[in-house]
């Protein structure tokens, strides 16, 4: 019988990300030190993983972490009053998309791709960007939702961080890149970017329903 397909998750390595295989880890881990990494059995467990931190799994089981109702009292409810971002990559890199919802009604408000030889970061990055720009356009004073903190930090400092490479496959993206860090550059805004809290509201309305 086949082995069960697992997703690894690596927080500090040579390259940060998420990997299909073993080897792949390894070689960004091997030799380096400190390195923070765990197996998943699935993608979307990997995904919230990795947009985490490594604390928060290590030594734990791969199950899902309960919220205490204390904290569910906490974190409160969504803004109904807002979009919601998100994208999905079938690899890592592979085909991406990304797009943008009304967070109530989840209409799609826009979608993008898929771009090849993309990465989920770099959609999750696009799709903020785009949602920022379609709220400064339409004058709206609505927040918008991103499950992804690495995308929230990359936008904060006006720069993709991605170590993706470029090449002839992703060149499209990758001026959609900086068309965006251009926008950040030039543009300012008032929108409040807030976290997609998972764990205690589900998944976020614009995720695509396949990891």
């Not at 890149?177 to 998944?203: F, H, M, Q, S």
Request: glycine share 8%; aromatic share 12%.
């Amino acid at each position: 019988m086949a082995a069960k397909k697992k997703f690894y998750v690596v927080w500090k390595g040579k390259r940060p990300g998420i990997y299909e295989t073993w080897a792949d880890c390894k070689s960004q881990i091997e030799g380096f030190k400190g390195a923070q990494y765990k197996s998943f059995s699935e993608f979307s467990e990997a995904k919230k993983a990795f947009n985490s931190n490594y604390e928060e799994y290590k030594g734990k089981s791969k199950k899902k972490k309960e919220l205490s109702p204390e904290e569910l009292l906490k974190i409160g409810n969504p803004n109904y009053d807002s979009i919601s971002v998100d994208a999905a990559s079938s690899g890592n890199p592979g085909r991406m998309e990304y797009q943008g919802v009304d967070t109530k009604s989840m209409k799609v408000l826009f979608k993008q791709g898929p771009f090849e030889q993309g990465t989920s970061n770099v959609g999750e990055f696009l799709a903020l960007v785009h949602g920022l720009a379609f709220l400064k356009q339409k004058r709206s004073n609505r927040i918008i939702y991103s499950d992804s903190r690495i995308a929230i930090g990359w936008v904060r400092k006006k720069k993709c961080g991605t170590k993706l490479q470029k090449n002839a496959k992703n060149a499209q993206l990758f001026e959609l890149i900086e068309r965006a860090e251009d926008w950040l550059r030039k543009n300012r805004y008032n929108t409040p970017i807030v976290k997609w809290e998972t764990g205690a509201w589900g998944e976020i309305p614009a995720d695509f329903g396949r990891k």
